[in-house]
């Protein structure tokens, strides 16, 4: 079972964490992604960790912006998220699979409730 939280309302230029929390699972054999959904569009890819926390990869849009992160010993993966712009609003969700590192949404099978990010101009 996944968690995520740490959504909330910033203004453009702020930043905020999510954290994905695991129940249940060793979280260091899952690859954990982080997409997201805004209204009216598919869920896209953001970012990726490996289960080991040792490779990560990030959308182009965040690049430089966003990083991923996890700490195996709290079962928690973070998406730490500077500099926002209005068109980061979304709901943002966690997923998992086991030793999954990919892109697609279909490649996870675990997927947590979605938090809400709301970057006002």
């Known amino acids: 079972q996944l968690q995520a939280y740490g959504g909330g309302l910033v203004q453009a230029g702020g930043s905020l964490r999510l954290s994905c929390v695991f129940s249940?699972?060793?979280?260091?054999?899952?690859?954990v992604g982080w997409f997201r959904q805004a209204p009216g569009k598919e869920r896209e890819f953001v970012a990726v960790?490996?289960?080991?926390?040792?490779?990560?990869y990030l959308a182009g849009s965040v690049t430089g912006r966003f990083t991923i992160s996890r700490d195996n010993a709290k079962n928690t993966v973070y998406l730490q998220m500077n500099s926002l712009k209005p068109e980061d609003t979304a709901v943002y969700y966690c997923?998992?699979?086991?030793?999954?590192?990919?892109?697609?949404?279909?490649?996870?099978?675990?997927w947590g409730q979605g938090t809400l990010v709301t970057v006002s101009s």
């Open positions: 960790t490996s289960g080991s926390g040792g490779s990560a």
């Open positions: 249940g699972r060793t979280s260091s054999n899952y690859g």
């Open positions: 997923a998992a699979s086991l030793l999954a590192f990919g892109t697609s949404p279909g490649q996870y099978r675990y």
